[in-house]
């Protein structure tokens, strides 16, 4: 019984510190990027709701089963509601204790919620979105990036033809926008990071798609890590890289 409570904590740990097995298209969810007005704030929401921590040469970065967050301190724009990012979606294994857990600390579910499902804010108006999965191997992990845009079907054939579906744990779903969409750079959920297994490939890929590149393919100083900076056409900033499977 002791080395299989042993193997179940090892898998476990396992799981955690891992990045998903990326899609038929190579991709991933990489390393969402933040900027939050509290630190302290955002990192007790973040470790209530389960995270680890991370590193990577000099970045410090939050962790969960499925997707890596790089926080900074600094001035947003605003939330995530309003923006074509309109929240972030976890699975949990017990909802009810995932609130408790966050009720303790003073965020309490919006509205509506129900014994399978729940939406809070996080600090800095980052909006979250709960769904109970008793299945899972880890308490929590990554899900979802839900976005609203004017053009919700082309928005998606636009994903699946440059990223693919179902992208692990950065699954990108949609929803008519019922009101302007702002674009994501300078707010508090800054970018979404995707981590693919051919960086200049992809980028390659996307020169003509319709999205503003950024830059090309820049080598991370001090990292074994390589990335690439764009806009998809509805406004969201997105990182894409390669490398982060050195994550410890």
């Known amino acids: 019984m002791k080395r299989l409570l042993v193997a179940s904590v090892a898998a476990a740990m396992a799981l955690f510190a891992q990045l998903p097995a990326p899609n038929a298209a190579g991709v991933t969810a990489g390393h969402h990027i933040f900027v939050v007005k509290n630190l302290e704030a955002s990192n007790q929401f973040w470790d209530a709701l389960g995270a680890g921590r991370g590193t990577l040469g000099p970045l410090n970065l939050v962790k969960f089963p499925g997707v890596l967050f790089l926080i900074r301190q600094g001035d947003n724009s605003g939330g995530t509601e309003g923006s074509s990012v309109n929240y972030l979606g976890f699975k949990v294994k017990d909802l009810k204790a995932t609130l408790a857990k966050l009720d303790a600390i003073g965020v309490k579910p919006l509205a509506g919620a129900t014994a399978m499902q729940a939406f809070v804010m996080a600090p800095d108006q980052i909006k979250v979105h709960l769904t109970e ?35 692990p744990g950065a699954r990108v779903t949609f929803e008519q926008a019922k009101g302007p969409v702002a674009g994501t750079k300078g707010r508090a959920l800054d970018r979404l990071g995707f981590e693919v297994k051919d960086l200049a490939t992809v980028v390659e890929k996307l020169k003509g798609s319709g999205a503003q590149m950024n830059g090309n393919v820049n080598k991370a100083k001090n990292m074994d890590l390589s990335v690439s900076i764009l806009t998809d056409p509805w406004g969201t900033y997105i990182e894409l890289s390669q490398g982060l499977a050195a994550v410890k």
């Open 133 to 167: 999965d008793k299945a899972l191997a880890t308490s929590v992990a990554s899900d979802e990036a839900h976005m609203a845009v004017p053009n919700p079907v082309e928005a998606e054939a636009w994903y699946a033809k440059y990223f693919g579906t179902n992208i």
